[in-house]
């Protein structure tokens, strides 16, 4: 007997089931396609391998990325002490990167190497001088000075490079200085007969310098006097020069430098007198044909010094605070 007919829901059950599978279908199928399309085009494009251009002309780097289908876009321009004018400092993406055609490659050209003209230091200070230079790029070289009754010290009498020549930054440049006018020339005193300190601080007021300080014995003249300088009463001297200084001592065995005390050590002893600042001390020995510094540093009021200084070659030991001679002392 025929089979009953299939009910009404059930029938619209079976094609909207239908309907569901063709558009899942068809989604599948359309996303399938869209991929295979990109994946074509894709791998369509050509991939190109970026040369080195860093030092190469930037003409040729225009040339040379045109020919492989890359853009060139230039990022900017800068001074450069290694890469020549219109070559090529870097690239970005670098040497070696596979990109494909139609892409950028950023390049950074030099300028080449920076270049000004020299400024006119002459008539300057030197401190002025050097202000000028570092704010030109530039630095002192050579430094030399002389005499010269045109240019007040310090100042700037020549300069090389020349002033107005081409120069690229950091040259340095060789300065000569100016040293003032000629010291005047005035007679040599006479210092015979002055003991010790008083001859120095005869010379320093004279802006005179104090050369080696020796001894001998005479009888005719006071003990612990001047009895002998060079330069000589009379002779021409200019400020700075140096003098040599002669004193009268006893040679009964104690300055004598002979073989007892000749390795013997003596104690010196400095007291910096009670105050509110500190102060510079000095302490030289003028030893037969030798003049040390046994001691320069800053002392606090109230301090003490202890220097150990050999008894032979009849030392004389002389003490500056601030510049001045405050004691002069024969071991």
Same mark, same amino acid.
């Given at each position: 007997?025929?089979?009953?007919?299939?009910?009404?829901?059930?029938?619209?059950? !079976?094609?909207?089931?239908?309907?569901?599978?063709?558009?899942?279908? &068809?989604?599948?199928?359309?996303?399938?396609?869209?991929?295979?399309?990109?994946?074509?085009?894709?791998?369509?494009? *050509?991939?190109?391998?970026?040369p080195?251009?860093?030092?190469?002309?930037?003409?040729y780097?225009?040339?040379?990325?045109?020919?492989l289908?890359?853009?060139?876009?230039?990022?900017?321009?800068?001074?450069? *002490? %290694?890469?020549?004018?219109?070559?090529?400092?870097? =690239?970005?993406?670098?040497?070696?990167?596979?990109?494909?055609?139609?892409?950028?490659?950023?390049?950074?050209v030099?300028?080449?190497?920076?270049?000004?003209?020299?400024?006119?230091?002459?008539? &300057?200070s030197?401190? =002025?001088?050097? #202000?000028?230079?570092?704010?030109?790029?530039?630095?002192q070289?050579?430094?030399?000075?002389?005499?010269?009754?045109?240019?007040?010290? /310090?100042?700037?009498?020549?300069?090389?490079?020349?002033?107005?020549?081409?120069?690229?930054?950091?040259?340095?440049?060789?300065?000569?200085?100016?040293?003032?006018?000629?010291?005047?020339? @005035?007679?040599?005193?006479?210092?015979? $007969?002055? #003991?010790?300190?008083?001859?120095?601080? %005869?010379?320093?007021?004279?802006?005179?310098?104090?050369?080696? #300080?020796?001894?001998?014995?005479?009888?005719?003249?006071?003990?612990?006097?001047?009895?002998?300088?060079?330069p000589?009463?009379?002779?021409?001297?200019?400020? /700075?020069?140096?003098?040599?200084?002669?004193?009268?001592?006893?040679? *009964? $065995?104690?300055?004598? /430098?002979?073989?007892?005390? /000749?390795? =013997?050590?003596?104690?010196?002893?400095? @007291?910096?007198?009670?105050?509110?600042?500190? !102060?510079?001390?000095?302490?030289?020995?003028?030893?037969?044909?030798?003049?040390?510094?046994?001691?320069d540093?800053?002392?606090?009021?109230? =301090?003490?010094?202890?220097?150990?200084?050999?008894?032979? $070659?009849?030392?004389?030991?002389?003490?500056?605070?601030?510049?001045?001679?405050?004691?002069? %002392? @024969?071991?």
């Amino acid at each position: 007997m025929p089979s009953p007919p299939a009910s009404p829901v059930k029938t619209l059950a !079976k094609k909207a089931l239908r309907i569901s599978l063709l558009v899942a279908l &068809f989604v599948i199928m359309a996303g399938m396609g869209t991929y295979l399309a990109l994946t074509l085009i894709i791998k369509g494009e *050509d991939t190109v391998i970026v040369p080195d251009l860093v030092g190469k002309d930037v003409l040729y780097g225009l040339e040379i990325l045109s020919d492989l289908g890359l853009n060139t876009r230039v990022k900017g321009t800068e001074y450069h *002490d %290694r890469v020549p004018k219109n070559h090529i400092i870097d =690239q970005d993406p670098g040497p070696g990167a596979a990109i494909k055609r139609g892409r950028d490659v950023k390049i950074r050209v030099s300028r080449g190497t920076e270049t000004i003209f020299m400024p006119n230091l002459a008539g &300057f200070s030197l401190q =002025q001088a050097r #202000i000028l230079l570092t704010e030109n790029g530039l630095c002192q070289g050579v430094l030399s000075g002389m005499i010269s009754s045109r240019f007040d010290a /310090g100042q700037v009498m020549a300069q090389y490079p020349p002033p107005g020549g081409i120069v690229s930054r950091n040259t340095c440049a060789d300065l000569l200085v100016s040293r003032g006018p000629s010291p005047p020339a @005035f007679a040599m005193v006479d210092l015979s $007969g002055f #003991i010790l300190e008083t001859a120095i601080r %005869r010379l320093e007021q004279m802006q005179l310098t104090v050369g080696s #300080i020796r001894t001998a014995r005479r009888s005719d003249a006071p003990l612990e006097t001047i009895v002998d300088q060079m330069p000589p009463a009379g002779y021409r001297v200019a400020s /700075g020069n140096r003098v040599d200084l002669t004193v009268n001592r006893s040679n *009964d $065995g104690r300055y004598a /430098g002979n073989a007892e005390n /000749g390795n =013997q050590l003596e104690l010196f002893r400095f @007291f910096l007198e009670n105050g509110f600042l500190k !102060k510079r001390v000095q302490v030289k020995m003028n030893r037969r044909q030798l003049s040390l510094n046994l001691f320069d540093d800053f002392l606090a009021p109230g =301090q003490e010094i202890w220097l150990l200084v050999p008894k032979s $070659g009849n030392p004389t030991i002389l003490v500056y605070v601030d510049g001045q001679l405050v004691e002069t %002392r @024969f071991m």
